[in-house]
């Protein structure tokens, strides 16, 4: 059994930064893909950033060079790094872990997910 914590989120004004984290049960990170998703109000889950078993790394083009995922397979913990942020990246952030293979887009692939985790940003 996954599970996973995220913690990290608040409230900041545009421009500043935050940094998530979302801790794992034993050795989930390094045998599943972890991705970060959000969602707004209103809209459908969007996959935001996801780091695989060997660390390769997938973007939204939207948060590509502002957003830096990354994790620490001896603490079984992803982060994800929020800089430059920005009014639309307001949601609910959600951690999730899903086996290797399939799009990382893919919200039905990831089996296990966190409780989320709140990000506002103001203008």
């Known amino acids: 059994q996954v599970e996973l914590v995220e913690s990290g989120g608040g409230s900041v004004t545009a421009g500043g930064s935050l940094r998530l984290s979302c801790a794992a049960s034993?050795?989930?990170?390094?045998?599943?893909?972890l991705g970060w998703f959000r969602q707004a109000p209103g809209k459908q889950p969007e996959g935001v950033a996801a780091?695989?078993?060997?660390?390769?790394?997938n973007y939204q083009s939207s948060v590509k060079g502002r957003f830096t995922i990354s994790k620490d397979n001896a603490k079984n913990t992803v982060y994800l790094q929020m800089n430059s942020l920005k009014p639309e990246d307001t949601a609910m952030y959600y951690c999730?872990?899903?086996?290797?293979?399939?799009?990382?887009?893919?919200?039905?692939?990831?089996?296990?997910w966190g409780q989320g985790t709140q990000v506002t940003v103001s203008s």
């Open positions: 780091i695989d078993s060997d660390n390769t790394t």
């Open positions: 034993l050795y989930t990170t390094s045998r599943y893909c």
């Open positions: 999730a872990a899903k086996k290797v293979g399939g799009s990382w887009r893919d919200t039905v692939l990831f089996g296990y």
